[in-house]
């Protein structure tokens, strides 16, 4: 089986997840919830891994960040939680419906909303959103990269508006965490919401959300916290603010294992490698009859996402094709991006996503390569 | 029954803060150790750092120099 579906899940993982996963079955209490050895275990885990999470994102505090089960789950507390109902909100037709949906409740509750384009290859087009902005625009909602294109946005470039207005900027890491480098400081991210399976490779049901000093969201979930336990009030310090109940404790360990992994080889040293997997991919295609490609291609600094169609046949029949003929893993459809889709042109088509692992090989693409070929020549 | 014996006891405003000032103390080789908060305290976090009160004179200058983050600090006898 050859593995191209890393945007969807990292199911190519360093063995080490997987083992701290189980040592975590074996060892680990409820952490925060005692003083003995198998809880405090836990907790000296999860504080090992925020710092280790801050480090990767250059955070200097690791209380700021929280643990959530996947990326839907932070973006849900950062718009409910910062986005009240008289706001106006800029977000951006590369969103995933992670972003879309919880800002379309917020709609429904008097926010206002608006969709800065993007071009024919996907491109953001940043030169609209001045235009966009209002005297009651609160937050720019906005995706690091497309889960469709792979085109990464240029946080600077939003960044310079969101800082001279005084806008929250709330970012979706889902497709960047891990496998492209995030400075929370550098590119002025207030909120940076990722998931813990995809680009740092640990298990699913992991995830977590960064608030910068200062905000406060109102918590999705209210309930234990192991402390205060007399009070009404859920407490409010960070993290335990944003982390009611039982934690993931040994998903968690498994992402810290995976952090480690990816501190070792360098997110340079892991970027390099898949986007050297995607061009070859891209590059490949270019002689393909009807094979047709989307997104910015030849940009400098793209997520490893190749997403075609050929001619104009069902992108859920190619990737079924390439299962069936070739057991190659790939996504069809509309991947939670419909905005893009219609950007795109390819609302009823879909398209097949190829998206490519640290732990892909060039054989791996060549045997890819080869089987849209043949796809595409019958 | 137990001897009692007077211990400094820190509390802290939620687990990431004990955890990071224990932390800290096993780099710094600051005594103690992390317990369930005793009843006499009210804290944002359920656990405490004790240090024997004959020992603390020696490491308060290292928590102060080291901006080691706490919630309070009180004389017990546990």
Known sequence: MIYLDSSATSFLKPPQVAHAVCQAFQNMGNAGRGAHAATLGASRMLYDTREKLAGLFNIADPARICFTCNATESLNIAVHGLICGGDHVITTVCEHNSVLRPLYAKEQEGASLSILPADEKGRIIYERLEDLRREDTKAVVITHASN???????????????????????????????????????????????????????????????????????????????????????????????????????????LNAAID???????????????????????????????????????????????????????????????????????????????????????????????????????????????IREIAEE | MREKKKYMVLSFHSTTEAISFEKQCIQDQIPGRLIPIPREITAGCGLAWRIPADEYPSCRQMIQDRQMKYQDITELSL
């Open chain 1, 148 to 254: 469709l294109t792979g085109n990464v946005t240029d946080l600077l470039k939003i960044s310079a508006l969101t800082r001279r207005y005084g806008l929250l900027l709330i970012v979706d890491a889902s497709q960047t965490a891990g496998s492209i480098p995030i400075d929370v400081e550098e590119m002025g991210i207030d909120v940076l919401c990722f998931t813990g399976h995809k680009g740092l490779m640990g298990p699913q049901g992991t995830g977590g959300i960064y608030v910068r000093k200062g905000l406060s969201p109102r918590p999705l979930k209210v309930g234990g916290s192991g402390v205060h336990s007399f009070d009404k009030m859920h407490p409010v310090d960070m993290p335990t603010a944003l982390e009611a109940g039982t934690l993931n404790g040994h998903g968690i360990a498994g």
């Open chain 1, 261 to 371: 992994f990816i501190n070792e080889t360098g997110v340079g040293a892991i970027h390099e490698k898949e986007d050297a997997l995607a061009r070859r991919f891209i590059k490949g295609m270019a002689d393909i009859p009807q094979v047709i490609l989307y997104g910015d291609l030849e940009a400098d600094l793209r997520a490893p996402i190749v997403s075609l169609n050929i001619g104009d046949v069902d992108s859920a029949f190619v990737s079924d094709i390439l299962w069936e003929d070739y057991e190659i893993c790939v996504r069809a459809g509309a991947h939670c991006a419909p905005l893009m889709h219609h950007a795109l042109g390819t609302v009823g088509q879909g398209a097949v996503r190829f998206s490519f692992s640290y732990f892909n090989t060039e054989d791996e693409v060549d045997t890819a390569i080869r089987a």
